[in-house]
Antibody
Framework: EAQLVESGGGPVKPGGSLRLSCTVS????????FSWVRQAPGKGLEWVGR??????????DCAPPVKGRFTVSRDDSKSTLYLQMDSLKTEDTAVYYC??????WGQGTLVTVSS | DIQMTQSPSSLSASVGDRVTITCRAS??????LNWYQQKPGNAPKLLIY???NLLGGVPPRFSGSGSGTDFTLTISSLQPEDFATYYC??????FGQGTKVEVK
C-alpha cells in the first residue's frame, strides 16, 4: 500500500522561505506524476503545482498565484517530492498535500505565514 | 489556464435522495476529470477517475459521466456517510470550487 508523508511545514514570516518534502513508499515513484495541493482554513482545495515523470520530460507547472515563487522538484533516487516556497505571503497559509493525482494522498502539513 | 466551474456550491438533501453535481471546464479536457469526496480534517478521497471510472471499493451508488467540457457526479441514493464536500479536478490541475452536501 502506498504511503505519502509530508514534512517541513510550520510557522514562517511573510517574505520568508520554506521547503516541504513528501516521501513516498510502496509506490512506483519514478513512473508517476505528482502534484501539490493546498487548502486554506475553511476553504476549498487549490492545485499548487505538478511535476511530470522523467519519461515525460520531468517538467513542472505551477498555478498562477504561486508561479515564480514556488518550485516543484523530485529526487527519484530518494522517492521524494519537494515544494520550495519563497517570498511567502499570508495568503499562502494552508495545509499542503502531496498526491499522485489519484487515490494516493499524504496527510498534509500545515504552513502558517504570519508576522 | 483552464477553469473548472462546479455547481451548486451547496445543496441540502435527505437520505435516499438522488443527488447530481455538475462540473464545467472552460476548455475541452477530454476525460481527464476526477471526482473527490472530502470530510472535515481528512485528505480528499478519490471516487471517480477519468470521468466515469469508479475506483475499486467505492459504492456503486456513485457514478460519473461526461467528456469534453461537461461532467456530472451522481449519487443515486444518498446515504448518511455521503454528507461531505465534493470536488471535481482536471487531472493534475485545477479544482472546482466544491459542493457541500448537507442534511436537509
Amino acid at each position: 500500500e502506498a504511503q505519502l508523508v509530508e514534512s517541513g511545514g510550520g510557522p514562517v514570516k511573510p517574505g520568508g522561505s520554506l521547503r516541504l518534502s513528501c516521501t513516498v513508499s510502496g509506490y512506483n515513484f519514478e513512473d508517476a506524476w505528482f502534484s501539490w495541493v493546498r487548502q486554506a482554513p475553511g476553504k476549498g482545495l487549490e492545485w499548487v503545482g505538478r511535476i511530470r515523470r522523467k519519461a515525460d520530460g520531468g517538467t513542472t507547472d505551477c498555478a498562477p498565484p504561486v508561479k515564480g515563487r514556488f518550485t516543484v522538484s523530485r529526487d527519484d533516487s530518494k522517492s521524494t517530492l519537494y515544494l520550495q516556497m519563497d517570498s511567502l505571503k499570508t495568503e499562502d497559509t494552508a495545509v499542503y498535500y502531496c498526491t499522485s493525482g489519484l487515490q494516493e494522498w499524504g496527510q498534509g502539513t500545515l504552513v502558517t505565514v504570519s508576522s | 489556464d483552464i477553469q473548472m466551474t462546479q455547481s451548486p456550491s451547496s445543496l441540502s438533501a435527505s437520505v435516499g435522495d438522488r443527488v447530481t453535481i455538475t462540473c464545467r471546464a472552460s476548455q475541452n479536457i477530454g476525460t481527464y476529470l476526477n471526482w473527490y469526496q472530502q470530510k472535515p480534517g481528512n485528505a480528499p478521497k478519490l471516487l471517480i477517475y477519468s470521468a466515469s471510472n469508479l475506483l475499486g471499493g467505492v459504492p456503486p451508488r456513485f457514478s460519473g459521466s461526461g467528456s469534453g467540457t461537461d461532467f456530472t457526479l451522481t449519487i443515486s441514493s444518498l446515504q448518511p456517510e455521503d454528507f461531505a464536500t465534493y470536488y471535481c479536478q482536471q487531472s493534475h490541475s485545477t479544482f472546482g470550487q466544491g459542493t457541500k452536501v448537507e442534511v436537509k
